[in-house]
């Protein structure tokens, strides 16, 4: 019944490395998106992408890239990882045909720790 | 720009004390209200959406009420299994929501 899977619930990378966070969704929803999630600041987005090979900056784009090669698949890539990018991220996927009542079905979250 | 606040931050409750979560925001065109519930290291998970001032949806002992300019969570009798962050969001004329920073209700027996 799985349906946004995010491939890692916990990371631990080093000040500096490049980082890959990958989200797949099976419900042939249009749009993704990548949020962080922080105690106090609430969800806040970073990238999106309503179509393939489509992205959209967010509110908090810098340090922070994607790629969506294909329908079902939404990368979030930290070009050099910094202590400030330890969050929690989460993945959303989203249709038009259905965001109106639904809004948004979410992955697990992975929890990135920069040391 | 859109803003949702979202008071309290954390909610402390004995089991069986109901009590309201608000949820108050200012958005250009609203399509919908939306309420999730997340539970530590997981995702959001959907509860209700809300169209229109005056709109109540309820799911066992939580109760959504939207008005034009907040929305209210009520939780009637709340049981230990009741504690969560519950957020909030709005989504204006595009599909992009915009979510509140939470409340986090704790439910003791």
């Known amino acids: 019944d799985v349906k946004v899977t995010q491939s890692s619930r916990y990371l631990v990378k080093r000040t500096g490395e490049k980082v890959f966070l990958e989200c797949v969704q099976d419900m042939d929803h249009e749009n993704m998106f990548w949020y962080r999630q922080d105690p106090g600041l609430g969800l806040r987005l970073i990238y999106f992408?309503?179509?393939?090979?489509?992205?959209e900056k967010g509110d908090i784009p810098e340090g922070y890239s994607v790629s969506r090669e294909k329908k079902e698949r939404f990368s979030l890539i930290l070009e050099s990882a910094s202590t400030n990018q330890t969050s929690m991220y989460l993945c959303?996927?989203?249709?038009?045909?259905?965001?109106?009542?639904?809004?948004?079905?979410f992955g697990s979250g992975t929890r990135l720790t920069v040391v | 720009e859109d803003q949702v606040t979202q008071s309290p931050e954390a909610l402390r409750l004995q089991e069986g004390e109901s009590s309201s979560l608000n949820c108050s925001y200012t958005v250009s065109g609203l399509r919908g209200l939306f309420w999730y519930r997340q539970d530590p290291g997981k995702g959001p998970e959907f509860l209700f959406t809300l169209y229109s001032a005056g709109e109540e949806k309820e799911k066992e002992r939580l109760k959504a009420t939207l008005t034009k300019k907040e929305s209210f969570l009520h939780i009637t009798a709340p049981k230990p299994e009741d504690s969560a962050t519950y957020l909030c969001?709005?989504?204006?004329?595009?599909?992009?929501?915009?979510f509140g920073a939470g409340t986090t209700v704790t439910v003791r027996a």
């Open positions: 992408s309503y179509d393939v090979k489509m992205k």
């Open positions: 969001a709005v989504q204006p004329d595009d599909y992009k929501l915009s």
């Open positions: 959303a996927s989203s249709s038009p045909r259905t965001d109106r009542t639904y809004g948004y079905t």
